[in-house]
């Protein structure tokens, strides 16, 4: 199998996990990597302990871009890739600040640390939105806050999930926004809806994950709550420019909402991602 990340943000933009080749094994080639967004860094780490956990061998080649691959060393991408993982190219040495108030590096989430990687969102939420929109902050706070609880419950596996948060002031990209990202190696959307006898009949990925953006779908049996997904969407998007994607098995949905409106996008997609991944760009107008 092959992973071949080329560009800016490949994996949210186009990238997809070709199963040609070898099966057992995975190639990671990031050698034409310009720049990674969260969803690109969570979802690869995600991606790389599946195939691990399938026995399958690891290779993963560096990006031939020096600021590539030293965003990629930075983040602990690499700190965070199955033990055995043969990595070629230039490493680069470990140097960093401390950069809390502006970023979350690629972070295992697991049941026991949720609720410590919560208050560590919290002062990287509040700092970004500080002197614009608090009301804003809590929004996406409390978004965040439910996709950390949607993975932990929904997608709790052997191999867990991976986060990464991200602030950007607008300096060396297009615009001032908040990023988050968090990749699941769980059941999946589809299986987890259909443990409810009433989405029996869903057999489209992405369909289901349609399905479980709209409000109180999402619970299994008596449990009603199921809003995650529709309160990520509609807390947000009151406060600003929400920009939201979320894919699993063979199937993605692409959400853009602002305080007038909001549209859904789903589609098909040509291979197949191991639980579910979900990653929410916010940004206040005017900032």
């Known amino acids: 199998m092959e992973l071949v990340l080329r560009g800016a943000r490949p994996l949210a933009e186009a990238a997809f996990l070709s199963f040609e ?3 057992d094994s995975l190639i990671i080639d990031a050698t034409n990597l310009t720049f990674a967004c969260p969803l690109d860094l969570a979802g690869v780490v995600a991606t790389a302990h599946w195939a691990s956990e399938c026995s399958m061998s690891i290779v993963f080649k560096m990006p031939t871009d020096s600021g590539a691959a030293s965003y990629l060393q930075r983040m602990d991408v690499l700190r965070h890739m ?6 070629l190219g230039r490493v680069p040495p470990e140097g960093r600040g ?4 502006t970023l979350l590096e690629v972070t295992a ?7 410590d990687l919560a208050e560590r969102l919290g002062p990287l939420v509040k700092n970004f939105y500080a002197g614009q929109s608090a009301a804003a902050g809590t929004a996406v706070f409390v978004a965040c806050g439910e996709l950390l609880t949607n993975a932990v419950e929904h997608g709790d596996s052997n191999t867990g999930a991976f986060i990464v948060a991200q602030t950007y002031t607008g300096t060396t990209t297009e615009e001032q926004r908040f990023e988050f990202a968090v990749c699941d190696t769980g059941v999946g959307v ?3 809806l259909k443990k409810n006898p009433e989405h029996a009949y869903l057999t489209r990925d992405e369909l289901a994950i349609k399905k479980a953006i709209v409000a ?6 008596t449990d009603r709550r199921g809003n995650g997904l529709s309160d990520v969407i509609e807390r947000t998007r009151t406060h600003g420019a929400v920009s939201f994607q979320i894919r699993s098995g063979k199937g993605e949905v692409k959400v ?10 789903p589609k098909d997609r040509p291979d197949q991602t191991s639980g579910t991944w979900a990653w929410l760009s916010h940004r206040v ?3």
């Not at 199955?82 to 990595?87: E, G």
């Not at 401390?98 to 108030?101: A, E, F, S, Y």
């Open 21 to 23: 080749g070898p099966s």
């Open 82 to 87: 199955p033990s055995r993982t043969v990595i």
């Open 256 to 265: 853009s909402g602002s305080p007038e409106s909001h549209t859904e996008v």
């Open 190 to 192: 589809m299986d987890h």
């Open 98 to 101: 401390d950069h809390r108030g």
């Open 216 to 221: 109180g779908v999402s619970g299994i049996g």
């Open 285 to 287: 107008p005017n900032r």
């Open 109 to 115: 989430l697991n049941r026991r640390n949720a609720d």
